[in-house]
Protein backbone atom coordinates (compact mmCIF):
# COMPACT_ATOMS: atom_id res chain seq x y z
CA UNK A 1 0.00 0.00 0.00
CA UNK A 2 1.15 3.72 -0.63
CA UNK A 3 2.72 5.10 2.44
CA UNK A 4 1.27 8.36 1.83
CA UNK A 5 -2.08 7.48 2.65
CA UNK A 6 -3.90 8.07 6.15
CA UNK A 7 -5.67 5.67 7.77
CA UNK A 8 -7.91 7.49 10.35
CA UNK A 9 -9.14 5.69 13.60
CA UNK A 10 -11.86 7.35 14.02
CA UNK A 11 -12.95 9.42 10.60
CA UNK A 12 -15.81 11.85 10.01
CA UNK A 13 -19.04 10.54 7.82
CA UNK A 14 -18.65 12.28 4.41
CA UNK A 15 -20.56 10.29 1.50
CA UNK A 16 -19.00 8.24 -0.65
CA UNK A 17 -15.47 7.37 -0.67
CA UNK A 18 -12.29 8.42 0.97
CA UNK A 19 -8.84 8.83 0.42
CA UNK A 20 -6.85 5.70 -0.40
CA UNK A 21 -6.31 4.00 3.35
CA UNK A 22 -3.09 2.88 5.03
CA UNK A 23 -3.07 -1.00 6.42
CA UNK A 24 -1.18 -2.16 8.46
CA UNK A 25 -3.17 -4.51 10.74
CA UNK A 26 -4.93 -7.30 9.04
CA UNK A 27 -7.32 -9.49 10.72
CA UNK A 28 -9.29 -12.67 8.76
CA UNK A 29 -12.00 -14.29 9.75
CA UNK A 30 -12.18 -17.62 7.13
CA UNK A 31 -15.09 -20.32 7.17
CA UNK A 32 -14.27 -22.87 5.22
CA UNK A 33 -17.18 -24.93 5.55
CA UNK A 34 -19.14 -22.25 4.00
CA UNK A 35 -20.71 -21.93 0.48
CA UNK A 36 -17.65 -21.38 -1.89
CA UNK A 37 -14.73 -21.01 0.39
CA UNK A 38 -13.19 -24.70 0.34
CA UNK A 39 -10.38 -25.99 2.26
CA UNK A 40 -7.04 -24.29 1.38
CA UNK A 41 -8.58 -20.75 1.37
CA UNK A 42 -7.17 -19.17 4.51
CA UNK A 43 -3.61 -20.58 3.27
CA UNK A 44 -4.36 -18.67 -0.06
CA UNK A 45 -5.19 -15.66 1.71
CA UNK A 46 -2.03 -15.27 3.43
CA UNK A 47 -0.34 -15.69 0.34
CA UNK A 48 -1.77 -12.90 -1.19
CA UNK A 49 -1.61 -10.60 2.00
CA UNK A 50 2.18 -11.46 2.14
CA UNK A 51 2.77 -11.02 -1.83
CA UNK A 52 1.56 -7.25 -0.63
CA UNK A 53 3.80 -7.10 2.80
CA UNK A 54 1.09 -7.97 4.91
CA UNK A 55 1.03 -9.95 7.83
CA UNK A 56 -2.27 -11.19 8.80
CA UNK A 57 -3.65 -13.53 11.47
CA UNK A 58 -6.48 -15.59 10.54
CA UNK A 59 -8.75 -17.45 12.39
CA UNK A 60 -10.80 -20.45 10.78
CA UNK A 61 -13.73 -20.95 12.61
CA UNK A 62 -16.74 -23.65 12.40
CA UNK A 63 -20.20 -21.96 11.81
CA UNK A 64 -20.98 -22.24 16.11
CA UNK A 65 -17.43 -20.61 17.00
CA UNK A 66 -17.92 -17.70 14.12
CA UNK A 67 -19.47 -14.88 16.35
CA UNK A 68 -16.82 -15.02 18.68
CA UNK A 69 -13.76 -15.14 15.92
CA UNK A 70 -15.76 -12.06 14.66
CA UNK A 71 -16.11 -9.89 18.00
CA UNK A 72 -12.17 -11.42 18.34
CA UNK A 73 -11.32 -9.78 15.20
CA UNK A 74 -13.00 -6.72 15.74
CA UNK A 75 -11.73 -6.14 19.56
CA UNK A 76 -8.13 -6.60 18.21
CA UNK A 77 -8.99 -3.03 16.45
CA UNK A 78 -6.36 -3.83 13.22
CA UNK A 79 -6.67 -1.29 10.16
CA UNK A 80 -8.36 -4.39 8.68
CA UNK A 81 -10.91 -6.85 9.02
CA UNK A 82 -11.44 -9.49 5.75
CA UNK A 83 -14.11 -11.99 6.04
CA UNK A 84 -14.69 -14.91 4.07
CA UNK A 85 -17.51 -16.39 4.99
CA UNK A 86 -21.43 -16.21 4.43
CA UNK A 87 -23.50 -13.52 3.96
CA UNK A 88 -24.46 -13.64 8.05
CA UNK A 89 -20.93 -13.66 9.38
CA UNK A 90 -20.07 -10.33 6.51
CA UNK A 91 -23.26 -8.79 8.15
CA UNK A 92 -22.04 -9.72 11.35
CA UNK A 93 -18.43 -8.35 10.94
CA UNK A 94 -19.90 -5.24 9.37
CA UNK A 95 -22.55 -4.94 12.45
CA UNK A 96 -19.37 -5.25 15.32
CA UNK A 97 -17.57 -2.97 13.00
CA UNK A 98 -19.86 0.03 12.82
CA UNK A 99 -19.09 3.75 11.43
CA UNK A 100 -15.89 4.00 14.01
CA UNK A 101 -14.65 0.61 13.81
CA UNK A 102 -12.18 -1.20 10.83
CA UNK A 103 -12.20 -1.20 7.41
CA UNK A 104 -14.44 -4.16 6.24
CA UNK A 105 -13.87 -6.58 3.35
CA UNK A 106 -16.81 -9.05 3.49
CA UNK A 107 -15.68 -11.14 0.57
CA UNK A 108 -17.78 -13.73 -1.54
CA UNK A 109 -17.65 -16.98 0.50
CA UNK A 110 -21.31 -17.60 0.91
CA UNK A 111 -24.20 -19.23 -1.38
CA UNK A 112 -26.02 -15.85 -2.38
CA UNK A 113 -22.99 -13.52 -1.21
CA UNK A 114 -25.86 -10.66 -1.68
CA UNK A 115 -23.02 -7.61 -0.22
CA UNK A 116 -20.05 -9.00 -1.39
CA UNK A 117 -21.78 -9.04 -5.12
CA UNK A 118 -22.96 -5.67 -4.27
CA UNK A 119 -19.37 -4.31 -3.32
CA UNK A 120 -17.19 -6.25 -5.72
CA UNK A 121 -19.48 -7.38 -8.81
CA UNK A 122 -18.88 -10.50 -9.84
CA UNK A 123 -15.29 -10.70 -8.75
CA UNK A 124 -14.18 -13.93 -7.33
CA UNK A 125 -13.12 -13.27 -3.77
CA UNK A 126 -8.69 -13.62 -4.76
CA UNK A 127 -9.45 -10.78 -7.57
CA UNK A 128 -11.81 -8.55 -5.08
CA UNK A 129 -8.40 -8.83 -2.77
CA UNK A 130 -5.83 -8.29 -5.08
CA UNK A 131 -7.83 -5.24 -6.89
CA UNK A 132 -8.50 -3.77 -3.00
CA UNK A 133 -5.12 -3.97 -1.92
CA UNK A 134 -3.25 -2.54 -5.24
CA UNK A 135 -5.90 0.03 -5.92
CA UNK A 136 -7.98 0.25 -2.87
CA UNK A 137 -10.62 3.00 -1.27
CA UNK A 138 -12.21 3.10 2.34
CA UNK A 139 -16.15 3.95 0.78
CA UNK A 140 -19.03 4.32 3.07
CA UNK A 141 -21.93 1.90 3.15
CA UNK A 142 -24.83 2.65 3.97
CA UNK A 143 -27.80 0.40 5.09
CA UNK A 144 -30.87 -1.00 7.45
CA UNK A 145 -31.82 -2.02 10.98
CA UNK A 146 -35.07 -4.06 11.46
CA UNK A 147 -35.95 -4.00 14.80
CA UNK A 148 -32.74 -4.42 15.49
CA UNK A 149 -31.63 -6.46 12.86
CA UNK A 150 -29.14 -5.36 10.24
CA UNK A 151 -29.39 -5.27 6.43
CA UNK A 152 -26.83 -3.81 3.85
CA UNK A 153 -28.49 -4.52 0.38
CA UNK A 154 -32.23 -5.30 1.08
CA UNK A 155 -34.74 -6.67 3.09
CA UNK A 156 -38.20 -8.22 2.33
CA UNK A 157 -41.18 -8.11 4.91
CA UNK A 158 -43.91 -10.17 4.62
CA UNK A 159 -45.60 -13.58 3.33
CA UNK A 160 -43.26 -13.71 -0.04
CA UNK A 161 -40.10 -13.85 2.60
CA UNK A 162 -41.19 -17.27 3.05
CA UNK A 163 -39.54 -18.36 -0.14
CA UNK A 164 -36.77 -18.02 1.18
CA UNK A 165 -37.18 -20.45 3.91
CA UNK A 166 -37.90 -23.23 1.30
CA UNK A 167 -34.61 -22.16 -0.72
CA UNK A 168 -32.32 -22.27 2.86
CA UNK A 169 -34.12 -26.53 3.60
CA UNK A 170 -34.05 -26.92 -0.58
CA UNK A 171 -30.03 -26.06 0.24
CA UNK A 172 -29.13 -28.15 3.04
CA UNK A 173 -31.09 -31.23 1.42
CA UNK A 174 -34.12 -31.29 3.24
CA UNK A 175 -37.20 -31.81 0.84
CA UNK A 176 -39.50 -32.44 2.75
CA UNK A 177 -39.16 -29.53 4.76
CA UNK A 178 -38.32 -27.56 1.56
CA UNK A 179 -42.13 -28.85 0.21
CA UNK A 180 -43.45 -27.68 3.38
CA UNK A 181 -42.55 -24.63 3.83
CA UNK A 182 -43.13 -23.98 0.51
CA UNK A 183 -47.18 -24.87 0.93
CA UNK A 184 -46.73 -22.70 3.62
CA UNK A 185 -45.64 -19.77 1.23
CA UNK A 186 -48.32 -20.69 -0.94
CA UNK A 187 -51.16 -20.75 2.02
CA UNK A 188 -50.00 -17.52 2.94
CA UNK A 189 -50.60 -15.60 -0.92
CA UNK A 190 -52.38 -12.79 -1.32
CA UNK A 191 -53.43 -12.40 2.67
CA UNK A 192 -52.18 -8.52 2.24
CA UNK A 193 -51.91 -8.94 6.04
CA UNK A 194 -49.00 -6.92 6.05
CA UNK A 195 -49.62 -3.16 6.80
CA UNK A 196 -47.02 -0.23 6.71
CA UNK A 197 -46.53 3.14 7.85
CA UNK A 198 -43.43 5.50 6.19
CA UNK A 199 -42.24 8.71 7.60
CA UNK A 200 -43.36 10.29 4.76
CA UNK A 201 -47.44 10.04 5.66
CA UNK A 202 -47.80 7.37 3.22
CA UNK A 203 -49.42 4.10 4.18
CA UNK A 204 -51.59 1.00 3.47
CA UNK A 205 -51.56 -2.68 3.09
CA UNK A 206 -49.30 -4.73 1.20
CA UNK A 207 -47.93 -8.40 0.04
CA UNK A 208 -45.06 -7.99 0.72
CA UNK A 209 -42.41 -4.76 1.77
CA UNK A 210 -39.18 -4.57 0.17
CA UNK A 211 -36.69 -1.92 1.51
CA UNK A 212 -33.30 -1.97 -0.72
CA UNK A 213 -30.50 -0.02 0.61
CA UNK A 214 -28.59 3.15 -2.02
CA UNK A 215 -26.27 0.36 -2.69
CA UNK A 216 -28.34 -1.42 -4.56
CA UNK A 217 -30.87 0.91 -5.16
CA UNK A 218 -31.63 2.54 -9.40
CA UNK A 219 -33.58 5.20 -7.86
CA UNK A 220 -32.09 6.05 -4.48
CA UNK A 221 -28.16 5.82 -5.06
CA UNK A 222 -27.40 9.20 -3.64
CA UNK A 223 -29.98 9.63 -1.51
CA UNK A 224 -30.02 9.31 2.62
CA UNK A 225 -33.04 6.94 2.16
CA UNK A 226 -33.90 3.33 2.00
CA UNK A 227 -36.60 2.57 -0.97
CA UNK A 228 -39.48 1.40 -0.32
CA UNK A 229 -41.49 -0.61 -2.40
CA UNK A 230 -44.89 -1.81 -1.52
CA UNK A 231 -45.71 -4.85 -3.35
CA UNK A 232 -49.91 -5.58 -3.81
CA UNK A 233 -50.99 -8.06 -6.73
CA UNK A 234 -54.52 -8.43 -6.72
CA UNK A 235 -55.03 -12.00 -8.05
CA UNK A 236 -52.80 -14.46 -10.08
CA UNK A 237 -52.72 -12.28 -13.30
CA UNK A 238 -50.92 -9.24 -11.83
CA UNK A 239 -48.87 -11.79 -10.39
CA UNK A 240 -47.58 -12.93 -13.78
CA UNK A 241 -47.72 -9.53 -15.04
CA UNK A 242 -45.46 -8.55 -12.26
CA UNK A 243 -43.31 -11.44 -12.62
CA UNK A 244 -43.32 -10.43 -16.19
CA UNK A 245 -41.98 -7.68 -15.71
CA UNK A 246 -39.35 -8.58 -13.43
CA UNK A 247 -37.88 -10.77 -16.36
CA UNK A 248 -37.69 -7.98 -18.90
CA UNK A 249 -38.06 -4.58 -17.09
CA UNK A 250 -37.48 -3.20 -13.75
CA UNK A 251 -40.61 -4.64 -11.66
CA UNK A 252 -40.47 -1.70 -9.61
CA UNK A 253 -42.35 0.60 -12.60
CA UNK A 254 -45.05 -2.37 -12.15
CA UNK A 255 -48.76 -0.98 -11.52
CA UNK A 256 -48.68 -2.78 -8.85
CA UNK A 257 -45.68 -1.42 -6.60
CA UNK A 258 -45.49 1.81 -4.70
CA UNK A 259 -42.10 2.62 -4.71
CA UNK A 260 -41.25 5.89 -2.40
CA UNK A 261 -37.89 6.95 -0.09
CA UNK A 262 -38.08 6.05 3.19
CA UNK A 263 -35.80 6.84 6.62
CA UNK A 264 -38.27 5.16 8.95
CA UNK A 265 -40.95 2.66 8.37
CA UNK A 266 -43.53 0.85 10.88
CA UNK A 267 -44.85 -2.55 9.82
CA UNK A 268 -47.46 -4.54 11.56
CA UNK A 269 -49.33 -7.63 11.17
CA UNK A 270 -51.97 -10.10 13.45
CA UNK A 271 -48.86 -12.61 13.69
CA UNK A 272 -44.88 -12.67 13.50
CA UNK A 273 -43.75 -11.13 10.33
CA UNK A 274 -41.85 -13.58 7.99
CA UNK A 275 -38.80 -11.42 6.71
CA UNK A 276 -35.17 -12.34 4.55
CA UNK A 277 -32.60 -9.37 5.71
CA UNK A 278 -29.64 -9.58 2.92
CA UNK A 279 -31.36 -13.17 2.07
CA UNK A 280 -31.28 -14.63 5.15
CA UNK A 281 -34.82 -15.90 6.74
CA UNK A 282 -35.83 -14.48 9.85
CA UNK A 283 -38.88 -13.70 12.24
CA UNK A 284 -39.75 -10.20 13.09
CA UNK A 285 -42.34 -9.61 16.01
CA UNK A 286 -45.87 -8.27 14.82
CA UNK A 287 -44.77 -4.99 15.10
CA UNK A 288 -41.37 -4.01 13.69
CA UNK A 289 -39.70 -0.15 13.06
CA UNK A 290 -36.89 -0.29 10.42
CA UNK A 291 -34.44 2.67 10.32
CA UNK A 292 -32.37 3.89 7.87
CA UNK A 293 -28.39 4.02 8.90
CA UNK A 294 -26.86 6.40 6.38
CA UNK A 295 -23.21 5.60 8.13
CA UNK A 296 -23.59 2.20 8.50
CA UNK A 297 -19.82 0.65 7.94
CA UNK A 298 -16.51 1.22 5.89
CA UNK A 299 -15.68 -0.86 3.33
CA UNK A 300 -12.11 -1.12 1.25
CA UNK A 301 -13.47 -1.68 -2.17
CA UNK A 302 -11.40 -1.58 -5.67
CA UNK A 303 -10.85 2.08 -7.04
CA UNK A 304 -12.67 1.18 -10.59
CA UNK A 305 -15.46 -1.50 -9.11
CA UNK A 306 -18.98 -0.85 -10.56
CA UNK A 307 -21.08 -3.32 -8.41
Not at 47 to 66: K, T, Y
Not at 152 to 165: E, H, Q, S
Request: hydrophobic share 45%.
Amino acid sequence: MADDATFMTHPQKPSGTESKPRIRRVEAVVNPLSGSVGPGAAEALERVLSQHGLAVRVCEASARDLSCAVRAAVDAAPDLIIVLAGDGTAAMTARRAGPDGPLVMPLPGGTMNMLPHALYGQLGWEEALKRSLNDGEARWVSGGEADGHPFYVAAILGAPALWARAREAMRKGRMDLAFARAHTAISRAFSGSLNYSLDNGQEGKAEALSLMCPLISRRLHDEAALEAAALDPKGAAEVFRLGFNALTSDWRNDPAVAVSPAVSVKAWARGSIPATLDGEPIRLPHEVEVKFLPHAFRALVPAATTA
